[in-house]
C-alpha cells in the first residue's frame, strides 16, 4: 500500500500514534502485524525513523506477521531470514525479539470468526484467514526455531485447531515457557481453557468486544447464551491462565484503563449485564495491563512493575485507582509517564484529546442509522435485554446492527 507508507504521511501517523499512546500513559507496546500494508522494510525504518526523532518516551515490541510472508510468496526460511535481516537495526526502543503472529479465523466485527456447535444463527460460516494446514506447516517452523507465538484467535473452533496444534508441536519437540498466545479471546469454552493451561499457553484479550458486540451477537449471530459469555476472563483466571488485555486499537479505544474497566464492569453499550461470573476484580485488572502483560513481552524482569534492578517505567494517574468507582476508571486523569527514570508530563496544550474519553465511544450502528437518514432507539429485546432499531426515513423499522451489516461500507 504505497499510499499508506508515503512517508510523510505515515510519518505524521506515527508521531500521532506516539502521542495517544502517551497520553494513555502506555510506556511499552507490541505491534502485532508488521507488514500488513505489503513492504515490512519500509514500514519499519520508518517506525526507526519517528521514534528517534520524536524521542517518543515508549518502546515498540515489533512482530512479524504470516499473511505478510505468504501475500509475498515467502517461505518459512525465507521469512525468517528476513526477520534475522531486519533485526540488526534494531535499537533499545524498537526491536524484533522473536514474536511471530500467526492468523487463526476472520475478525470479530464482521462475523468471520470461526465458532463450534451450534455456530450462527443465521447460519453463515466463519473464514479461516489462512487454511489450516498452512498455519500448522509455520507454526510448526517458527516454534522449532525457538520463537514465541501468537495467534489471532476469536472463536471456540479457532481456539480448537490452535489448541491441536500446540499439542501436536508438543509431542514432536517439547518446549518449556514457550508462551504461545491466544489473541483476542472472543470465545472459547471452560474446556479449551483447561487444555490451553495444561500445554503453557497463555490468553492476551480484548475485553472492549463484550462491550461492544455482546448484544448484535446475543440477537442477530449466537444468541445470548454465548454472547454474554464473550471474552470469559473469570473462567480464565479460575483455571489458572495468564491474562493480559490489549487494545488492537483501533479494534477498541488504546487505554489500559478502559479495558480494565470493561474487563471489571461486563456491561454492553446498551447497558445489557454481560456474565457478571466473567468479571475480573481490580487486582486482575490491573495485573493485566501491567506485569502478566510485561509476561507475554518476555520482558517481565525488565518492565511491568516497580523495583529495583528494573527499567523505572510507570504511568502517573491523577486519582487512587482503589478509591474511585469502577464505572469511573477510564476518567482518572494522567498526569504523564515516567520512562526510564525520566518524567514526561503530558502537555495540557497537546493537540490530541485524551484517548481514554473513547470508552463510551459511539455505536457504529446507531451512527450509520442517522448517517443513513433515520431514527435510532433503544427497546426491549426478546431475551430480557435491550436492542437497537432503525427506523428509516420510509418509516420501515429493521434492526440496527442487521442494517449496519448489510449495507455499511466496507474496506475488505
Known amino acids: 500500500m504505497p499510499f499508506i507508507l508515503e512517508e510523510s504521511r505515515y510519518s505524521q501517523g506515527m508521531e500521532t500514534f506516539f502521542e495517544i499512546v502517551h497520553q494513555a500513559g502506555v510506556t511499552s507496546a507490541m505491534d502485532m502485524g508488521i507488514g500488513l500494508f505489503g513492504d515490512p522494510v519500509s514500514e519499519t525504518n520508518l517506525i526507526h525513523k519517528v521514534s528517534e526523532e520524536t524521542g517518543a518516551p515508549v518502546r515498540i515490541v515489533l512482530t512479524p506477521i504470516i499473511t505478510d510472508f505468504t501475500a509475498r510468496g515467502k517461505s518459512p526460511e525465507e521469512a ?69 507465538l501468537h495467534a489471532h484467535t476469536n472463536g471456540d473452533g479457532s481456539a480448537r485447531l490452535l489448541i491441536e496444534i500446540v499439542r501436536d508441536l508438543q509431542e514432536e519437540k517439547p518446549r518449556f515457557d514457550h508462551r504461545t498466545t491466544l489473541e483476542h479471546f472472543a470465545y472459547a469454552t471452560r474446556d479449551q481453557m483447561r487444555q490451553m493451561k495444561a500445554l503453557g499457553m497463555v490468553v492476551s484479550a480484548n475485553p472492549y468486544y463484550q462491550y461492544i458486540l455482546a448484544d448484535v451477537y446475543a440477537d442477530v449471530w449466537l444468541g445470548a447464551d454465548v454472547a454474554r459469555f464473550m471474552v470469559p476472563l473469570g473462567s480464565a483466571s479460575q483455571e489458572g491462565l495468564v491474562i493480559g488485555l490489549h487494545s488492537d486499537s483501533p479494534m477498541a479505544p488504546l487505554s489500559p484503563l478502559a479495558l480494565a474497566q470493561n474487563a471489571m464492569e461486563r456491561v454492553s453499550i446498551n447497558g445489557n449485564d454481560n456474565a457478571g461470573s466473567e468479571r475480573l476484580d481490580i487486582d486482575q485488572a490491573l495485573r493485566a495491563i501491567t506485569i502478566d502483560a510485561a509476561w507475554f513481552m518476555r520482558m517481565e524482569d525488565e518492565i511491568g512493575s516497580i523495583r529495583a534492578g528494573k527499567k523505572a517505567d510507570f504511568v502517573v494517574l491523577k486519582q487512587d485507582l482503589y478509591e474511585v468507582d469502577v464505572a469511573e476508571l477510564s476518567k482518572i486523569g494522567i498526569w504523564g509517564t515516567v520512562f526510564e527514570g525520566q518524567k514526561h508530563p503530558i502537555e495540557k496544550e497537546a493537540s490530541m484529546k485524551p484517548n481514554n474519553d473513547l470508552v463510551k465511544a459511539p455505536n457504529p450502528a446507531a451512527v450509520f442509522c442517522d448517517e443513513s437518514g433515520g431514527t435510532y432507539e433503544i427497546r426491549d429485546g426478546s431475551d430480557g435485554g435491550k436492542i437497537g432499531i432503525c427506523i428509516l426515513s420510509t418509516g420501515e423499522e429493521v434492526d440496527a446492527w442487521e442494517f449496519f451489516r448489510e449495507n455499511a461500507p466496507t474496506n475488505g
Not at 117 to 141: C, S, T, V
Open 80 to 148: 525468517l531470514a528476513e526477520i534475522r535481516d531486519w533485526e540488526k537495526g534494531n535499537t533499545d526502543r524498537v526491536k524484533f525479539d522473536n514474536h511471530f503472529k500467526l492468523m487463526m479465523d476472520g475478525a470479530i466485527y464482521s462475523g468471520l470468526s470461526q465458532y463450534g456447535f451450534l455456530g450462527y444463527k443465521d447460519g453463515h460460516q466463519g473464514q479461516w484467514m489462512n487454511e489450516p494446514e498452512d498455519i500448522l506447516e509455520w507454526a510448526r517452523f517458527f516454534w522449532n526455531e525457538g520463537f514465541q
